[in-house]
């Protein structure tokens, strides 16, 4: 089962639709134009049941197949959100909405997965229910999370869940995968540093709440290296420092924020507890006190190992053997898919967008060439995981 013909015939029009999105994009849950877009297309299309709506402005379609006797509902997820990124790509179809861009490739997600909608309402060449999700609020907004609260996987009752990000560097034609975690956790930190201000020609006076974040800082780069075993991965960066307002007064606190990515729960919970105790015990030998305020945001993408052998097996159908990773090392980004594949079975794979500009970058653009065989990919996984009798 190689790239389906049927995606080059409309490839332009897939195209055309990506573009648009991209020259509109849209941010967290203010996807109202996007969200509008896909369920019009999805009725053009003549999808059984159109929902809009869901974990506020997400978008849930229904194609049933030719028959229905297996019982079995599939979902495949797309994310609709763009990012707060002033676009610099110099495309004729650039961004036209100021401070907002698709750089991370959700528009060529939706784009794809509508393809394969269009693809699977046509032929119904399947024994179940496909369900296609339309996700909002990827970016750091847990759109996931609220589509789920929303009922998703009970009003529709999907029993797998797929996804699929494209992946810069990663040649167009191939995909890749891993079971178990295939990206990380993604919680951030903020240290709030209490010291003693002072004039600044007089720091002797002082508490300095300034020299405390930065030994916080400091010793906050030995977790990794000296506390988590080399084996494991984690990450803990600092990215926020903001203290004092004039040059020539040492000010009362100071503020360390920044961000934890971990594979595991066991190191997750490790890491939250060791910047707990350094900043404490910096501060205090400083004379200081420090209060930190832990959010765990997304969980760890884990892929189930059966449901990852399948997508491997549909990728390589698709693309060829060759041509799919099944052992392609964790990226320590985050995704709230990851919601989804706590609730149900599933796979998240990453589809080759060639050598462009990295992910969340002014200058990234999605890759049109590999329109085909994501669209495949969606369409055959239905067919493969729902066979016509």
Same mark, same amino acid.
């Given at each position: 089962?190689?790239?389906?013909?049927r995606?080059a015939?409309?490839?332009?029009?897939?195209?055309?639709?990506?573009?648009?999105?991209h020259?509109?994009?849209?941010?967290?849950y203010?996807?109202?134009?996007t969200?509008?877009?896909?369920?019009?297309?999805?009725?053009?299309?003549?999808v059984?049941?159109?929902?809009?709506?869901?974990?506020? $402005?997400?978008?849930?379609?229904?194609?049933?197949?030719?028959?229905?006797?297996?019982?079995?509902v599939?979902?495949l997820?797309?994310?609709?959100?763009?990012?707060?990124?002033?676009e610099?790509?110099?495309?004729?179809?650039?961004?036209?909405?100021e401070?907002?861009?698709?750089?991370?490739?959700?528009d060529?997600? $939706?784009?794809?997965?509508?393809?394969a909608?269009?693809?699977?309402?046509?032929?119904?060449?399947?024994?179940?229910?496909?369900i296609?999700?339309?996700?909002?609020?990827e970016?750091g907004?847990?759109?996931?999370?609220a589509?789920?609260?929303?009922?998703?996987?009970?009003?529709w009752p999907i029993?797998?869940?797929y996804?699929?990000h494209?992946?810069?560097?990663?040649?167009?034609?191939?995909?890749?995968?891993?079971?178990?975690?295939?990206m990380?956790?993604?919680?951030?930190?903020?240290?709030t540093v209490?010291g003693?201000?002072?004039?600044?020609?007089?720091?002797?006076?002082s508490?300095?709440?300034i020299?405390?974040?930065?030994?916080?800082?400091?010793?906050?780069q030995?977790i990794?290296?000296?506390?988590?075993?080399?084996?494991?991965?984690?990450?803990?960066s600092?990215?926020?420092?903001?203290?004092?307002?004039?040059y020539?007064?040492?000010?009362?606190?100071?503020?360390?924020?920044?961000?934890?990515?971990?594979?595991?729960p066991?190191?997750r919970?490790?890491?939250?507890?060791?910047?707990?105790?350094?900043?404490r015990?910096?501060a205090?030998?400083?004379?200081?006190?420090?209060?930190?305020?832990?959010?765990?945001?997304?969980?760890?993408?884990?892929?189930?190992?059966?449901a990852?052998?399948?997508?491997? $097996?549909?990728?390589g159908?698709?693309?060829?053997g060759?041509n799919v990773?099944?052992?392609?090392?964790?990226?320590?980004?985050?995704?709230?898919?990851?919601y989804?594949?706590?609730?149900?079975?599933?796979?998240?794979?990453?589809i080759?967008?060639?050598?462009?500009?990295?992910?969340h970058?002014?200058?990234?653009?999605?890759?049109?060439?590999?329109?085909?065989?994501?669209?495949?990919?969606?369409a055959r996984?239905?067919?493969?995981?729902?066979?016509?009798?």
């Open positions: 089962m190689p790239i389906v013909n995606f015939d409309f490839q332009d029009d897939i195209v055309a639709w990506r573009r648009d999105l020259r509109h994009p849209e941010i967290l203010d996807v109202h134009r969200a509008a877009t896909v369920a019009d297309k999805l009725r053009e299309f003549g059984d049941e159109v929902t809009t709506g869901v974990g506020r $402005t997400g978008v849930v379609g229904v194609i049933r197949g030719r028959q229905n006797g297996s019982g079995k599939i979902g997820r797309a994310d609709m959100d763009a990012l707060p990124i002033v610099q790509t110099g495309l004729d179809y650039a961004s036209e909405t401070g907002a861009m698709h750089a991370c490739g959700h060529g997600h $939706t784009a794809m997965l509508l393809g909608a269009r693809y699977l309402a046509e032929t119904r060449n399947f024994d179940g229910t496909a296609v999700i339309f996700q909002p609020a970016e907004g847990g759109g996931g999370k589509m789920i609260e929303d009922g998703l996987l009970e009003r029993q797998e869940v996804g699929m494209n992946l810069p560097g990663l040649a167009p034609g191939k995909l890749a995968m891993r079971p178990g975690p295939i990380a956790s993604t919680d951030e930190f903020t240290i209490k003693l201000g002072s004039h600044a020609a007089q720091p002797h006076g508490g300095d709440p020299v405390i974040g930065a030994g916080i800082v400091n010793a906050l030995t990794v290296s000296r506390n988590v075993d080399p084996i494991d991965s984690a990450v803990v600092v990215t926020r420092f903001h203290a004092g307002v004039a020539n007064v040492i000010a009362d606190t100071a503020e360390v924020s920044g961000t934890v990515r971990t594979l595991r066991e190191i919970d490790f890491v939250e507890k060791r910047i707990g105790e350094i900043a015990a910096v205090a030998a400083h004379g200081g006190t420090a209060e930190v305020d832990y959010d765990r945001n997304y969980p760890v993408t884990r892929n189930d190992p059966a990852t052998d399948f997508a491997a $097996t549909v990728a159908d698709v693309v060829g060759t990773d099944t052992k392609a090392p964790p990226l320590l980004g985050g995704e709230d898919f990851s989804m594949l706590e609730k149900r079975p599933g796979a998240f794979i990453f080759g967008n060639g050598d462009s500009a990295g992910l970058n002014a200058r990234y653009n999605f890759n049109d060439e590999i329109i085909p065989v994501g669209c495949s990919y969606w996984l239905v067919e493969t995981a729902m066979p016509a009798a």
